[in-house]
């Protein structure tokens, strides 16, 4: 099974900049898609953002599109989420997701592949 690993997390004020990275190793077999998801405390976890390996297409949530940009490396192994404008809203544990399948999924429930998190802290 193909192994997710975050980093890239830490706390910064309302305003700054952040980049997560997520580092695939192992087999790649369903991870066509791979995705960003956060959770804050006492709140579900929710979509944030999708890329897929073979087309680069992108997908985001209405609350980051415009201020984070999800990409990829040019070897198929790592992810990156740059994270801009930050407000205290995002701050939440962020983590990496993979799927097999045909389009980017919203839903947390269609990736069957987690990491195990990073978290993001936006605080005057």
């Known amino acids: 099974q193909p192994r997710l690993e975050e980093s890239g997390g830490g706390s910064v004020q309302p305003g700054g900049s952040l980049r997560l990275s997520c580092a695939i190793s192992?087999?790649?077999?369903?991870?066509?898609?791979m995705a960003w998801f956060r959770q804050a405390p006492g709140r579900e976890r929710t979509f944030v953002a999708c890329?897929?390996?073979?087309?680069?297409?992108?997908g985001y949530s209405d609350a980051v599109k415009g201020r984070f940009t999800i990409s990829q490396d040019n070897t198929q192994t790592t992810i990156f989420l740059q994270m801009n404008a930050l407000k205290p809203e995002d701050t939440a544990t962020y983590y990496c997701?993979?799927?097999?399948?045909?389009?980017?999924?919203?839903?947390?429930?269609?990736?069957?592949?987690w990491g195990r998190g990073t978290e993001v802290t936006v605080s005057s």
């Open positions: 997701a993979a799927r097999d399948g045909l389009f980017c999924s919203k839903l947390a429930s269609n990736y069957p592949t």
């Open positions: 890329i897929d390996w073979k087309d680069d297409n992108k």
């Open positions: 192992g087999p790649k077999y369903d991870t066509n898609y």
